[in-house]
C-alpha cells in the first residue's frame, strides 16, 4: 500500500504536492482520480498522478476525500499533460484542467452519478456509402492503413488541393480503424464554419460519432465526453479541444484545415492541437493525418525534410479546372478614375454579368464595420480607443464608434475633440461599407452579410448561408467567415476587395495567411457546372503570395516563403516564444520587460533574445504590452529556462507576464 499520494493542482506551480492517504481512503485511492485537499487556508480539487512511499516533505497534511468511484484520466491522458506542461509553459495540473471537460472541472460532478438523460441531437443526415478510390486515394490509404496496421506512430502529411479527395481517405482510414476495433479523432478547425465536414463523418458512421461543438453546454459536453469514454461513440469529432476525447484504443487520428490558426489556444495552456495530436499519436502508437490545401511552412518543411510522410492529391475528383484568378492593380484603378475607388472596373462588370446570368458572387473583404477609422482633415486627429492603441471603427447600423480589441463604445463626434473643426471625415472600408456600396450599384441584387457583427445571434449563421444556398439572396458580403467549407454550386464570381488586408499586419506569418485567405476564397468559386472566376484587387499585384495564390502555385509560395524565414530565423528554422510585460503604467512595464530581457539572455548561451519592443499594438485594454522573443531550437529546454529565470525573477506587483509557446500572432 503506497502511503502518499502525488497530486498536482491547477495552479501556476511547477511541481505536485504530496499528501498522505489516511487508512479509509486507501482501498479507493487510484491515480487518476480527484481529490480533495487542504491546499494554504482552502481545500482544493487536486489530479493525483501518482502514488508513492515516501513524501518530500516532513509535516505531509492528509487527502480530505476522493471525488470519483472511476479515475476521469487514464495514465496516457496524464503522460499527455505532463508533455503539455513541459512543452508549453504551465504546470501538469494547469494542462489536466485543460484537458478535461469544464462540466467535471470544479468536482461537482461524478462519474457515477446518473445525468439526466438528454434529447442529444440524433444523426439526421443521410447515409453514405464508400467511394471507389482512384489511383492517388488508394496509394494514400494504402500506406496510412500499413501504418495502423503496424501500430506505429507515423505523421502523414496529406496534401491535396480542395475536391481531390482528401475526406474520402479519412472516412475510409476511419473506417479501417473501426474494424479493428479502435477509435478515432478528427479535429476540424470550426464546427460552425465547417458544417459540411461534420455532416461528410455523421453520414457515413451516424451514431458512432460525438461531435463536440463549442455550443454545447458543459452538461451537453459532458454527456458526450461520457460517451466517448464508456466506448459508446467511437469517432469524435470536434475542435481544437476534441483532442482531448477519453478514447482508450485510437487508431488514428486526423486534424483537417492543419494550418489553421484556430487550432492553437490563446489561453493558458496556450498549446497548439496539432502538435499535441502528434504527441497524442505517439503515446497511441497510431498514425496522425494532417490534410490540407494550403499546408502550414511548418509541416511542409517537416514533410520535405522526411520528418512527416508526404501523400499528395494532385487532382480534383471531378477533373473541374480550378478557377481563373484575375489580379487587378488599384494603384492603376486610381490613377485613372482620380478618386479612390472601392470596386475597380473589372469587379464591377464582373458582378454585373454575374447577376444577368442569374448566378451568385461572394465578396470578401478581411475586415468588419463601415468605416474604418475616423479622421480630422484639418489637425489629423484620429479617433482612437481609450484603453487600446487603435483606431476606433464606425458601424453603421449601430451608428457607433466600436473598438474591435476591448469593445469599447461610443457615439461620433460631430467636431473635432482635438481642434473643435467640423471637418471630421470616415476613411477607410469593412464590410458595412462594401454592402452598402453594392446595395447602391446594384439596386435590384439581394445582399447579405456575414460577420461576427451579424452572426451574433444564435441561428443567424444557419440562416444567411441557407438563404443563400436557395438563391433568396444572391451576393454574399463576408469576411474570412465566407472563406471555407461552404460548397455553393451557382456561385461563379469571387471578389476579394482588398488582399493587402491581411498582407499589412506586422507579424511574419502575414504572407502565408493572405496566400491561405486568397487560395480559401478563391476556392468558393467554380464549384458548379459553370465554372467561376476570381478578382482580387490589390496595392500590391507583385507580391509573391498573392502571385503565387493566383495560380493556385503552393510549392512556389512556400519557395519564397521559406527563403526570408530561414533569412530572418523564424519558424520553422527555430522555435519561438513570446513573453509579453503588461502593466497600466507604461514605464514599469518598459523597464520590467528590458530587466527581464536580460535576465533570460544571461542564462542562456544557445538561445536568441531580441526585444522587449512594444507590442503590435502598443496598448490594450489600458495596458501596455513589451514584447520579448525568444528563438531556440528545443521548446521543452526553452520552457525549463524560461521557468528558472521566471521563478527567481523578482517581478513587480502590477505587472503581468505572459509566456506564449510557438505563438501564433505577434
Ligand atoms: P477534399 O476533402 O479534398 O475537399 P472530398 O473528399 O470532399 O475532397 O471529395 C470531393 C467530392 O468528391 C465529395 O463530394 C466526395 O464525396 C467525392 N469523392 C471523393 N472521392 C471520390 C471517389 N473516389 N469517387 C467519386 N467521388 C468521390
Ligand atoms: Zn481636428
Ligand atoms: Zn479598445
Redesign the pocket.
Known amino acids: 500500500m503506497s502511503k502518499f499520494a502525488e497530486v498536482a493542482i491547477a495552479l501556476p506551480v511547477d511541481r505536485v504536492f504530496h499528501y498522505a492517504i489516511p487508512e479509509e481512503l486507501q482501498a479507493d485511492m487510484a491515480v487518476g482520480k480527484r481529490v480533495f485537499v487542504p491546499f494554504g487556508p482552502r481545500a482544493l480539487v487536486g489530479y493525483v498522478v501518482g502514488l508513492t512511499g515516501t513524501a518530500d516533505v516532513k509535516d505531509v497534511k492528509e487527502v480530505r476525500s476522493i471525488i470519483d468511484k472511476e479515475p476521469i484520466l487514464t495514465e496516457e491522458m496524464l503522460k499527455l499533460a505532463r508533455w503539455m506542461g513541459r512543452t508549453y509553459f504551465c504546470s501538469w495540473g494547469e494542462a489536466i484542467e485543460a484537458i478535461i471537460p469544464a462540466g467535471i472541472k470544479k468536482g461537482k460532478v461524478e462519474l457515477g452519478t446518473r445525468l439526466k438523460k438528454m434529447a442529444v441531437k440524433a444523426a439526421e443526415f443521410p447515409p453514405s456509402t464508400p467511394?471507389?478510390?482512384?489511383e492517388e486515394?488508394s496509394r494514400a490509404l494504402k500506406s496510412i492503413v500499413e501504418c495502423i496496421d503496424r501500430k506505429e506512430y507515423g505523421t502523414f502529411l496529406l496534401y491535396?488541393?480542395?475536391?481531390?479527395?482528401?475526406?474520402?481517405?479519412y472516412l475510409q482510414a476511419i473506417e479501417h480503424v473501426l474494424k479493428a476495433g479502435r477509435q478515432a479523432i478528427v479535429l476540424v478547425p470550426e464546427i460552425s464554419l465547417t458544417p459540411q465536414t461534420v455532416e461528410?463523418f455523421v453520414s457515413r458512421f451516424g451514431h458512432k460519432v460525438a461531435v463536440l461543438h463549442s455550443g454545447l453546454t458543459p452538461a451537453k459536453r459532458f454527456l458526450e465526453w461520457k460517451k466517448i469514454r464508456d466506448g459508446k461513440a467511437v469517432i469524435a469529432v470536434g475542435a481544437r479541444s476534441a483532442i482531448f476525447s477519453p478514447m482508450k484504443n485510437i487508431g488514428v487520428i486526423i486534424v483537417d484545415e492543419e494550418h489553421e490558426t484556430s487550432y492553437k489556444q490563446d489561453d493558458v495552456p496556450r498549446y497548439h492541437a496539432r502538435d499535441v495530436a502528434e504527441e497524442r499519436a505517439r503515446l497511441n502508437s497510431c498514425p496522425l493525418i494532417l490534410?490540407s490545401a494550403t499546408p502550414s511552412l511548418e509541416s511542409y518543411y517537416k514533410a520535405k525534410k522526411g520528418d512527416y510522410k508526404l501523400i499528395k492529391?494532385t487532382k480534383r475528383?471531378?477533373e473541374r479546372l480550378l478557377p481563373k484568378v484575375k489580379i487587378v492593380d488599384m494603384r492603376m484603378e486610381l490613377a485613372t478614375r482620380k478618386r479612390l475607388a472601392i470596386f475597380s472596373k473589372v469587379l464591377l462588370d464582373a458582378l454585373d454579368r454575374t447577376l444577368k446570368n442569374g448566378k451568385q458572387a461572394m465578396i470578401f473583404l478581411n475586415r468588419r464595420g463601415f468605416s474604418t477609422f475616423l479622421n480630422c482633415k484639418k489637425c489629423g486627429f484620429v479617433m482612437k480607443c481609450k484603453r487600446c492603441d487603435t483606431a476606433l471603427v464606425y458601424h453603421f447600423e449601430e451608428r457607433k464608434l466600436l473598438c474591435h480589441y476591448c469593445n469599447y463604445k461610443m457615439e461620433p463626434p460631430d467636431i473635432c475633440p482635438n481642434c473643435k473643426s467640423s471637418y471630421v471625415r470616415y476613411f477607410g472600408l469593412g464590410t458595412e461599407k462594401v454592402e452598402s456600396e453594392i446595395s447602391h450599384a446594384f439596386p435590384h441584387s439581394h445582399i447579405a452579410r456575414m460577420d461576427s457583427d451579424t452572426t451574433a445571434k444564435s441561428g443567424s449563421h444557419d440562416k444567411i448561408l441557407g438563404d443563400f444556398r436557395t438563391g433568396d439572396t444572391n451576393l454574399l458580403v463576408g469576411t474570412q467567415m465566407i472563406a471555407k467549407g461552404h460548397d455553393f454550386p451557382a456561385v461563379t464570381l469571387v471578389g476579394v476587395v482588398s488582399a493587402d488586408v491581411s498582407l499589412n499586419v506586422p507579424d511574419f506569418r502575414a504572407s502565408e495567411r493572405t496566400f491561405n485567405l486568397l487560395t480559401q476564397v478563391g476556392g468558393r468559386a467554380g464549384r458548379g457546372e459553370d465554372g467561376g472566376e476570381v478578382i482580387v484587387q490589390t496595392y500590391a499585384p507583385g507580391h509573391y503570395s498573392i502571385l503565387a495564390a493566383a495560380k493556385h502555385d503552393y510549392e512556389k509560395f512556400y519557395e519564397e516563403e521559406i527563403v526570408a524565414r530561414k533569412e530572418l530565423l523564424y519558424p520553422p528554422f527555430i522555435n519561438l516564444v513570446k513573453l509579453t510585460v503588461r502593466a497600466r503604467n507604461d514605464d514599469l512595464a518598459a523597464r520590467t520587460a528590458q530587466r527581464l530581457a536580460q535576465a533570460i539572455a544571461a542564462e542562456t548561451k544557445t538561445m536568441a533574445v531580441t526585444g522587449p519592443a512594444p507590442a503590435p499594438i502598443a496598448r490594450m485594454r489600458g495596458y501596455f504590452r513589451y514584447n520579448i522573443l525568444v528563438k531556440g531550437k528545443d521548446r521543452a529546454e526553452m520552457c525549463e529556462l524560461l521557468k528558472k529565470v521566471l521563478g527567481k525573477f523578482g517581478k513587480p506587483a502590477h505587472v503581468l507576464i505572459a509566456v506564449d509557446v510557438d505563438p501564433i500572432a505577434m
Open positions: 467511394h471507389v478510390l482512384n486515394q491535396g488541393i480542395t475536391a481531390s479527395g482528401k475526406t474520402e481517405v461528410r490534410g492529391l475528383i471531378d
